[in-house]
């Protein structure tokens, strides 16, 4: 069964690529994200990351935050969901009319990864770039689940009827940047990790044929505590283990931002951290990336505005089985010769960023963390995240929520988002 249905998924994408085979498309650009949006597309989630926190309900705030901004674009991975999420949206928004739900295959929430990458053609249309995916480097790319996923962007493509320009390197949406002017920042470990046949030249040509770029900046490595969970779990200030939670090994959306094309908001390590090792190896990552910022000029030749963004304080959390997060982890070969303690209760580290936000017209979405009974000092973290994100989007109306939910499963709101630009 599952060889038919690999057939038959390879004879669907057959199909679809030769139907935008008729015509030569030239990218002009992708538009950057703080620039005028027509729709955010998210992924009804179909089940939670670890019971007892919803998903669901952070998708609820988001569309909520969004519904009177923007049209909001809803897909459900089948039938049933959908009717699932009809009954859901409809009572909760009154059939919106900026409102629209749509069945896609899918498997994840994670739409910015797979989902539709827009960028403007020369004739001044809407295409999408379509890049080749592993599920972040956890599968290969004919695994029948991670097919499903990699469709994703070329259904959305024949539902808009616009056309696809493909390539067969792989690259997720999380770990691309641009300014809308041409430049485009990328990290380095991810993309060479995701495509160890390709040399830089090749995936800045790839790049620049896919989405119009000029230049390409590749800062070195991501968060700690974004790191690949086969790699094996992280060592804590205690000597204990922390697992990670189906990471990417160091998407640049978790810590380094354009916030108008001239201007970078990149994360920064607080001094009162540093007595925690994965903190601390995260420090020395974000000062090297600084540097390389600093020595960095835009696609015009001109350097760059850098703004610091603190890192929220670690969020670490307890998962057993049932968890869906842990049934997954469980099943990894780890690198590090780490043998998995089935059955016990796991301490696991979210994906805890103040960078991945989602920037839309009106609305810029934050993450926050502190919950009653923490450290004074995350919720002082988040109040100081917040002022930031006012002080760099005057215009927009700034919304904090509390995403700890999506973190457990490897990603945050903009992970889970992707914004659809308004191309007259």
Not at 3 to 15: G, R
Not at 141 to 167: C, F, G, Q, W
Not at 172 to 190: A, D, I, Q, W
Not at 337 to 361: E, R
Request: charge should be negative; include cysteine; glycine fraction near 6%.
């Amino acid at each position: 069964m599952r060889v038919l249905l690999t057939l038959l998924i390879c004879t669907l994408i057959s199909c679809s690529t030769e139907s935008n085979k008729s015509e030569t498309w030239t990218v002009a650009r992708q538009p950057a994200e703080f620039e005028k949006l027509d729709a955010v597309w998210l992924i009804w989630p179909p089940t939670e990351h670890k019971n007892g926190e919803s998903v669901r309900d952070v998708t609820l705030s988001v569309i909520e935050s969004l519904i009177t901004d923007l049209n909001v674009i809803i897909t459900c991975g089948d039938s049933q969901l959908c009717d699932e999420t009809r009954e859901v949206l409809n009572l909760r928004f009154k059939e919106s009319q900026n409102l629209t739900i749509q069945e896609i295959p899918s498997v994840e929430i994670w739409a910015r990864d797979m989902g539709p990458t827009f960028v403007e053609t020369s004739d001044g249309k809407m295409a999408i770039a379509d890049f080749n995916f592993n599920a972040w480097g956890y599968t290969d790319t004919l695994n029948v689940d991670t097919k499903t996923e990699e469709m994703y962007d070329t259904r959305v493509a024949d539902l808009l009827n616009i056309p696809v320009i493909s390539t067969s390197m792989i690259s997720e949406g999380g770990n691309r940047e641009v300014n809308g002017k041409g430049t485009l920042m990328v990290t380095e470990s991810v993309e060479q990790g995701r495509n160890p046949h390709l040399s830089k030249e090749q995936m800045e040509n790839e790049y620049k044929r896919l989405l119009g770029v000029e230049k390409v900046i590749w800062l070195s490595q991501g968060l700690v505590e974004d790191s690949h969970t086969f790699l094996g779990p992280l060592k804590r200030a205690d000597g204990s283990d922390a697992y990670t939670v189906v990471t990417t090994n160091g998407h640049i959306d978790e810590f380094a931002r354009f916030i108008n094309d001239s201007t970078v908001l990149l994360a920064q390590v607080d001094s009162s951290d540093f007595d925690d090792p994965i903190a601390y190896e995260s420090h020395l990552r974000m000062e090297e990336n600084y540097q390389i910022l600093l020595d960095e000029t835009d696609q015009e030749g001109d350097p760059f505005h850098i703004i610091r963004m603190p890192l929220p304080k670690a969020m670490f959390t307890e998962m057993a089985p049932g968890d869906y997060v842990y049934d997954y982890i469980q099943t990894l070969d780890y690198q590090d010769g780490t043998t998995f303690p089935k059955g016990d209760t796991i301490t696991v580290i979210a994906a805890a960023s103040y960078l991945n936000f989602l920037i839309t017209n009106s609305v810029v979405i934050g993450q926050k963390y502190w919950r009653e009974g923490m450290d004074e000092e995350v919720r002082l973290r988040d109040e100081n995240a917040k002022n930031i994100l006012e002080s760099v989007f005057p215009t927009r109306k700034v919304i904090m929520l509390d995403a700890l939910a999506v973190n457990l499963g490897g990603g945050g709101i903009h992970c889970f988002s992707m914004q659809q630009p308004k191309i007259e």
